[in-house]
């Protein structure tokens, strides 16, 4: 176990809808970074967050936005959601030279 | 441009044999390279880390190597077990931007009894 939880396990979108995903860990980290994992394919890296402040980000859209918690939980926001969004949303949070990945969120856009 | 590349891209093999997972890679500046086990729906778990300076690392059955002049990394599995049966996934960290890993697209692996 990672300690790192994501919430909700799987979730159902239509097109244009807005999705709201959910990290934390059982211990503070400052720093969270999240990833889209499409079918078959590995992680892409969509932002990080340290100390509440983006610290990097990849190539992915405005639409995908985050938010980082005092308590160093974490958020990923995606509005109008479109049918390529459909994929395996993972949080990770960084530990000594390492990172270690919550379970993942499934989100499905219909 | 920076890519890690896995084969084979699937493999099946029966329980109780050995395999080797094969990662390419064109990162630079390199900081290091993770080995990762994924299984189907959850989150990746880390197998191995190795830096520049390290060219094997294991933990328990499985074995990492890597080649920092080739750019290449192996994953061998000693003495599979069902167990094993999950995506494996290479890693490649840059040295200037820590934040941006780069993932290769994962060597799914089947072991059959």
């Known amino acids: 176990e990672t300690g790192v939880t994501q919430s909700p396990t799987h979730l159902i979108k239509t097109r244009g809808q807005q999705v709201t995903l959910r990290c934390s860990s059982q211990s503070g980290h400052n720093t969270v970074s999240w990833y889209q994992q499409a079918l078959g394919q590995g992680p892409q890296f969509i932002f990080q967050?340290?100390?509440?402040?983006?610290?990097g980000r990849g190539n992915f859209p405005p639409r995908f936005s985050g938010l980082q918690f005092p308590n160093y939980s974490s958020e990923l926001n995606v509005n109008a959601l479109e049918l390529d969004d459909s994929a395996l949303y993972l949080c990770a949070i960084d530990g000594y030279n390492e990172q270690f990945f919550g379970p993942g969120t499934r989100l499905t856009v219909l | 441009k920076n890519q890690v590349e896995q084969s084979p891209q699937s493999l099946i093999i029966l329980e109780g044999k050995n395999c080797t997972l094969q990662c390419n890679y064109t990162v630079s500046p390199f900081s290091n390279l993770r080995w990762y086990k994924q299984d189907t729906g959850r989150g990746p778990v880390s197998l191995t880390i190795?830096?520049?300076?390290?060219n094997t690392k294991s933990n328990g059955r499985y074995t990492a190597t890597l080649d920092a002049d080739t750019k290449q990394s192996s994953l061998h599995i000693t003495a599979s077990q069902l167990s094993d049966s999950a995506s494996y996934i290479c890693v490649v960290s840059r040295m200037d931007s820590s934040y941006k890993l780069i993932f290769g697209s994962g060597t799914r692996l089947l072991v059959r009894p």
């Open positions: 967050y340290y100390r509440e402040e983006e610290n």
């Open positions: 190795m830096t520049f300076s390290e």
